[in-house]
RNA sequence: GCCGGGGUCGCCUAGCCUGGUUAGGGCGGAGGGUUGCUAACCCUCUGGCCGAAAGGCCGCGUGGGUUCAAAUCCCACCCCCGGCGCCA
């Protein structure tokens, strides 16, 4: 059974308790109640109505003349209060279902109560921080409560948008003027380097046995619906013109529909799929945050991590996929912290998340490069996707876990940031070069800036 | 895009022409029986919803329509297969 429905008949006061920790209005649960017993009480009312409908119906079959007329015209009669009672069944069942459908996911205990990205809580750090002198204030203010190994700096690092000018390899002003702000040309080694990351991240997690997948990059409104919350609709997603189709915000979208109307065997789960994509966002709600460089961006390319399991399997499954997560940031050396997102930063649609993010040196911040989501059973009752249980026969809802693993351009400006050297330099992660050691024209150990290159 | 064939319970398949008892069968799965063990065999169960249960309602790609009654007839859409056209 889908949790919300289970709570909402069995313990409406953990659905109450759900609002309040998001910070929403709890009235909502008891409209859903109310909405839910008129619906069953509703139906049963038709489905008397039915039957007796039915009855006669049958005995029509088998007779002849008058007393056939007679039956002809008390089938007609009940025909009329059936669809009276079917118009208002079907009333209150949209309600019910709009309701239902607006409940957002159940939070899981460990999830701090807060209001905003500010009331995120640090769970680890990682990696020694290149601080610049005049931003050690902030930096103890980010680690505080930890005791973090870091290296002061003297000189202030380039920030990555101003990186692409003094690497001469990128061009967002252009860009701009043809497409839009937000958008980018990238050239030649960040190419490669863009590249680069996305085979490293398919090839580890390849590794760790998940199945390797490209996906529709658009889908339809239907399976759209099913694994995002309407509200980011209008504020992530494009629409192409005239169809029913949408371009998707990250391959876990047309991941999540792949089983979608699917009943899986339990021999079956986990699922693993690792998917790589091109990612398109409008961004909309983020005026005036990031907008110079590549940071925050309508388009970019990322491998996800997507996993169908049992329920009682998918607590796990979330921490292996931060673990996916913080090996490949490690083997890249970028130093991180992992936050757990506070239930006001959540969205309504996981039941817990965490970020992974990198240290910044130009920004003087932790910068989210990686989301790690457990959705519960939020998208499989959407999506329909549940699974038979081998000692029961039994249906349930699978659960379904997302991650990032890597995002290109948010990791690329990772790298321009952190292994920047005074003269503009930018030195490659080692794990990367043999994914660039087949090319002759990438770059293998730096990518050099533009007045050192010839 | 056009023409033809098709979509049935987890999978395969019958039913559709000619509307009307319970959508039948096989496979897979669960439980039980028989058995020295295994195999084979036999029996029961194996879509969703409402209901404490008895039971009832709904369900044959999706949505409409005709009819007292639709898997079955009609319309639209989606998808799959074959042919033609177009195409990186």
Aim: proline letters at 4%.
């Amino acid at each position: 059974m889908w949790s919300i429905l289970y709570y909402l008949r069995n313990d409406p006061e953990k659905l109450k308790w759900n609002m309040r920790m998001r910070g929403f209005s709890e009235a909502i649960v008891g409209k859903a109640l109310e909405l839910d017993t008129l619906w069953r009480k509703t139906l049963t009312e038709l489905n008397d109505l039915r039957r007796k409908h039915n009855q006669i119906s049958r005995e029509i079959g088998r007779l002849k003349g008058e007393a056939r007329e007679k039956k002809l015209a008390e089938a007609k009669s009940l025909l009329k209060l059936i669809e009276e009672k079917e118009k208002i069944l079907r009333k209150i069942e949209a309600e019910r279902e709009e309701v239902l459908l607006s409940i957002p996911n159940i939070v899981h205990e460990s999830v701090p109560q807060g209001e905003d990205e500010e009331d995120n809580v640090p769970v680890k750090f990682w990696g020694k921080p290149k601080v610049w002198r005049r931003y050690l204030d902030r930096f103890k203010e980010q680690t505080k409560g930890f005791s973090v190994e870091y290296e002061v700096i003297d000189w202030k690092p380039i920030g990555h948008a101003d990186m692409l000018e003094v690497l001469g390899l990128g061009d967002t002003f252009k860009a701009a003027q043809v497409a839009g702000s937000r958008f980018f040309y990238i050239f030649d080694d960040l190419v490669w380097l863009d590249l680069a990351l996305l085979l490293y991240a398919l090839d580890f997690l390849a590794q760790q046995g998940f199945k390797i997948v490209m996906p529709p990059y658009m889908l339809r409104r239907k399976p759209y619906e099913g694994v995002t919350a309407l509200s980011d609709f209008e504020d992530a997603i494009y629409k192409i013109e005239d169809e029913d189709l949408y371009l998707i915000a990250t391959s876990e979208h047309p991941i999540a529909a792949l089983h979608m109307n699917e009943i899986l065997e339990e021999k079956d789960l986990p699922l693993l799929y690792a998917g790589i994509s091109p990612c398109f966002r409008k961004e909309a709600g983020a005026h005036g945050k990031d907008t110079k460089g590549i940071f925050r961006v309508h388009q970019f390319h990322k491998v996800e991590q997507f996993v169908f399991c049992r329920p009682e399997e998918s607590w796990e499954w979330h921490e292996k996929l931060l673990e996916n997560a913080e090996k490949l940031w490690q083997g890249l050396g970028v130093p991180y912290r992992v936050v757990n997102i506070c239930t006001g930063d959540l969205g309504v649609v996981a039941a817990k998340k965490y970020d992974l993010e990198a240290w910044m040196p130009a920004q003087g911040k932790y910068r989210e490069m990686v989301s790690c989501s457990n959705c519960t059973d939020w998208q499989s009752y959407r999506l329909k996707i549940r699974f038979r249980r081998r000692k029961t026969g039994e249906r349930e809802y699978v659960h379904t876990l997302n991650s990032t693993a890597i995002a290109s351009t948010r990791a690329i400006t990772a790298i321009l940031e952190n292994f920047q050297e005074p003269d503009g330099t930018v030195v490659v992660p080692k794990v990367l070069r043999r994914y660039l050691e087949l090319f002759p024209k990438a770059p293998k150990e730096v990518i050099l800036p533009k007045k050192k290159r010839k």
